[in-house]
């Protein structure tokens, strides 16, 4: 029932898409018709659906515009072009043929109802809409069933999965937090050097100031945009310690609150290249299942230990819930 929420939700924002094709979309606007956060829409949308927003309104357009080429042959080209959405002549016939390998003249004047174009946007249409039946399967065939129980100890609830790469799953509040960072701007994905610079001249800041000796100190990674969503160069991250609230900053390392709240914390187990796994299964598998929704606010990532040589790299990722 709750994966059928937010199969839902995203069957909604297809159709309010699929009956505006013609109007310009934000993400803002969309994220309000499915309900959901404007910071967790995109990452839910696609990996539910095997699509952006924009590649699915783009998709719906282009298909469109197909079939208007062949069965309305009393208007022009533009005319189909500016009724589909597009916002020039130029982009439409750039798009058309990126789809169906033909300009739009060419196809309207074959005819294209059993060209190659046409089989592959089929193909393609036909793997698009079997992502969201899929994804309702994918739990049992990978071995990733989840099951809630309980903890009389910590009085939440709490997920057994098996999946290979998670440890456990919880609910939680967690306190606020004050953190000293140091921000990165620009790609850095699967870049280990990075992060290991990023922390190395962290550490050397707080070292000295007696920091790194604090009893329940912790090193988090706050990440402030969705890769899917912006672009590779304008990506922030920011490398953070805990710190006392009265710490002093300076030059390059900032301070900021991270605002208390309840958490959905994923333990995992990962190489360097798992990192985007894990975060997928939790958005695409465990939250459409679980009775919680993203909650407006940065996600981030806390070490509970220093990775040993030659292991993999234990980490906690933290998405801010509320209930559907």
Sequence with gaps: MIKSEYLSRINRVMDYIESRLGETHTLEELASVANFSRFHFHRIFTAMTGETPFQFLTRLRIEKSANLLVNNPAITISEVAFQCGFSSLALFSRTFRQTFDASPSAWRHSGCSSGNGLKKSVSNQRK?????????????????????????????????????????????????????????????????????NLTEELCRWAGPRGLLAQPDMKLLVVYHDDPKVTEQDKLRLSMCLTVPGQTKVDGKIGKMEIAAGTYAVGRFEVNSQEFGEAWDWLYGTWLPQSGYQPDDGPCFEVYPEEPKEGEKIKVDICVPVKPM
């Design 128 to 196: 698009t809409n079997s992502n969201l039946g899929q994804t309702l399967s994918n739990d049992r065939k990978s071995g990733t069933d989840s099951s809630m129980y309980f903890c009389r100890e910590t009085k939440t609830f709490k997920w057994r999965t098996t999946m290979k790469l998670n440890k456990s799953m919880e609910v939680k509040q967690l306190p606020k937090m004050t953190v000293a960072y140091l921000r990165h701007t620009g790609p850095y994905q699967g870049n280990e050097k990075l992060f290991q």
